[in-house]
């Protein structure tokens, strides 16, 4: 008879290798977490829970709450009764669905094989689905503060899941059998080194830092950088056609992020697409600020960054007007050159489009949560103390925005299942912080989230000129996504209503990044789109019409009419303006600055996996 196949047990010689690293890194990863000791990026607020106790109260004394949780969750208790009455008997037809199978969580089938465990999972869906509900039915608190207790109490049921813990994930424990605790194991040396490069915060990496280069194998379209001063690079395109539009395109990325997402590899690329439609495109590469850029402005950030790009361009390419695209911040920045430009009478665009882009902020959706008047407070106090806004704490709070998918589904994969992060290049952009000047995020915090000046006719004033959006008149495109966490599409729907020309408002499917980044080789997501605006986004819905594939192509269609005739092709780096260095430039090339160096054997540190696997390919967008 043959032999049973033994499983793997517990490699000692692995152990004892964990040991001697740990020890190595000891030191290192003590010294880190001393740093933290007592202090928290996000301060310590006694009104939160202040605001718990005040939700509490209204839900135990409101009969109406009480009753309809009591009611709904006896309902759902029954029918999970129910259903595991039937399946001990043997039946499966008509057993009742807890939401499990939409839920990334709990899609491995060993959640289905023991019934301890797949009760518990059915107990705790319905537990987040009824606590989630009671909490968004109490009546008579103030919404600002009502809509922070809901985010927190979701971040609390979220942290809590079964799926997130070894002794309540079946899944974990199989994995942990099979592989002897192997898992365990690498799992404790990926959260020492993610501390230890964290500088004693815990970073959790989600891709492989190493399996990318910009330039080599992310950010690839060719061109070269031809302008650049203190706060931007200028990034002229190589054209792909012979002719080209007479009126180039310019592009101003979000200044928290880079603008690299928009040229992520060449069959996403909306910067290789623009060039294959015959267009000349320039892109906006905003610099990495770190301390000595402190005193740079938001209105710095208008004049070096935009009006002197313009004029670039303009003797560059011999035309006095752009199609110039702002994508998030870049398009609320955007939005304020164009009504400067208006207040001087100056005519330097010939449409514009804005990408994701608020300027009424009475809405900034969950991230109104952190910008509360005293945290903001906090916040610009604590910049301006080092000179910026390190990118790493922005990235946590837009992670915290969707935790299940970019927090603890890489905390399980991590240090529960001790895999190593996959490449992956979005993710590589998504983990790639920019900073942010003192004076510049101080400005825009306090003028745009806690005082809504940018939408008030003259709420703000750049360089003497009252900022005035209702004086826009160009030809504008607004491109919202459904599923944005970021910038809700209803708050952008406010600042198209606010321009004076003529405006097409188009809403795409899925979110801020794959929504926007969304080519026509995908045939993905489809959009929304009306010749109208009425007077609340919700009209606009019901009067929409829907189109199947890329918004990219119905774009194009919008903007041919004002991008003038054909000409030759430009071939950047000729006449005034030379090749300074190769796209992307140096600029997109800084990354934020650890106060750790990682030691050799740290994962960051290990050889990368060569290209990317299939799956992730096809996860990309």
């Known amino acids: 008879m043959a032999d049973d196949k033994k499983k793997p047990g517990l490699d000692l010689n692995k152990l004892s290798e964990l040991m001697v690293k740990f020890s190595d890194k000891q030191k290192n990863v003590v010294a880190a977490m001393s740093k933290q000791a007592g202090h928290n990026d996000y301060k310590k607020d006694g009104k939160l829970l202040a605001d718990f106790g005040e939700v509490a109260l209204k839900m135990a004394t409101d009969p109406e709450v009480v009753a309809s949780t009591q009611k709904s969750l006896v309902a759902d208790y029954t029918a999970l009764a129910e259903k595991f009455t039937k399946k001990f008997m043997g039946t499966n037809e008509g057993l009742p669905v807890f939401s499990a199978d939409i839920d990334k969580r709990f899609r491995s089938s060993e959640w289905e094989k023991n019934p301890f465990f797949e009760f518990l999972r059915d107990s705790y869906l319905i537990s987040a689905k009824n606590?989630?509900?009671?909490?968004a039915s109490v009546k008579g608190i103030e919404p600002k503060k009502k809509k922070r207790v809901e985010f927190y109490t979701k971040q609390m049921i979220n942290a809590m899941s079964p799926s997130n813990f070894l002794s309540t994930n079946p899944e974990l424990l199989k994995l942990t059998a099979d592989s002897g605790g192997q898992n365990i194991i690498e799992g404790f040396d990926n959260f020492l080194n993610d501390v230890s490069c964290?500088?004693?915060?815990?970073d959790i990496s989600m891709t492989d830092q190493h399996a990318f280069k910009l330039g080599g194998n992310i950010a690839t379209t060719p061109g070269v950088v031809i302008f650049q001063n203190d706060i931007v690079q200028l990034v002229q395109y190589k054209p792909t056609t012979n002719e080209v539009f007479e009126i180039p395109v310019v592009i101003s990325p979000p200044f928290i992020n880079k603008f690299y997402i928009l040229d992520i590899n060449e069959k996403t690329s909306m910067v290789k697409w623009l060039l294959d439609q015959g267009y000349t495109v320039f892109v906006i590469s905003w610099i990495n600020p770190d301390k000595t850029h402190a005193d740079k402005t938001y209105e710095d950030y208008m004049l070096r960054g935009h009006i002197e790009v313009l004029d670039v361009i303009s003797h560059i390419t011999k035309q006095t007007k752009v199609s110039a695209i702002g994508y998030?911040?870049?398009?609320?920045?955007?939005?304020?050159?164009?009504?400067?430009?208006?207040?001087?009478?100056?005519?330097?665009?010939?449409?514009?489009?804005?990408?994701?882009?608020m300027m009424d902020f009475s809405d900034p959706g969950e991230l109104g949560i952190f910008l509360e008047e005293s945290q903001?407070?906090?916040?610009?106090?604590?910049i301006e103390e080092v000179g910026y806004l390190d990118g790493r704490h922005l990235a946590k709070t837009f992670?915290?925005?969707?935790?299940?998918?970019?927090?603890?589904?890489?905390?399980?994969?991590?240090y529960l299942k001790g895999k190593e992060p996959v490449p992956f290049d979005i993710l590589f952009w998504n983990s790639d912080s920019t900073n942010l000047p003192a004076s510049m995020y101080s400005f825009y915090l306090q003028n745009m989230y806690i005082e809504n000046k940018l939408i008030e006719p003259g709420g703000i004033t750049m360089d003497g000129v009252p900022i005035d959006i209702r004086k826009i008149k160009t030809p504008s495109y607004f491109l919202t996504t459904e599923d944005d966490h970021i910038v809700l599409w209803h708050a952008s729907y406010k600042g198209a209503k606010a321009h004076?020309?003529?405006?097409?408002?188009?809403?795409?499917?899925?979110?801020?990044?794959?929504?926007v980044v969304n080519p026509p080789s995908k045939n993905k997501y489809g959009y929304r789109y009306a010749e109208t605006l009425p007077e609340s986004s919700e009209e606009w819905l019901e009067s929409a019409n829907w189109e199947e594939g890329s918004?990219?192509?119905?774009?194009?269609?919008?903007?041919?009419?004002?991008?003038?005739?054909q000409v030759k092709k430009r071939i950047p780096g000729r006449g005034k303006y030379k090749k300074l260095e190769e796209a992307p430039g140096s600029y997109v090339m800084k990354t934020v600055e650890k106060k750790v160096k990682c030691r050799e054997n740290c994962?960051?540190?290990?050889?990368?996996r060569k290209g990317i696997t299939k799956k992730y390919k096809d996860r990309l967008l």
């Open 500 to 515: 004076s020309g003529k405006v097409k408002f188009v809403l795409g499917g899925s979110g801020h990044v794959a929504g």
């Open 603 to 608: 994962s960051c540190q290990k050889a990368s």
């Open 131 to 135: 606590i989630n509900k009671s909490v």
């Open 328 to 357: 998030c911040t870049g398009g609320t920045l955007l939005a304020t050159t164009a009504a400067y430009l208006a207040a001087k009478g100056e005519d330097r665009f010939a449409s514009l489009t804005y990408m994701a882009t």
């Open 198 to 202: 964290g500088d004693g915060n815990l």
């Open 551 to 565: 918004w990219w192509l119905d774009w194009h269609d919008w903007n041919i009419p004002y991008a003038g005739e």
């Open 376 to 382: 903001v407070k906090s916040i610009i106090s604590d």
């Open 399 to 414: 992670n915290m925005l969707k935790p299940n998918d970019l927090v603890w589904s890489y905390a399980v994969d991590n």
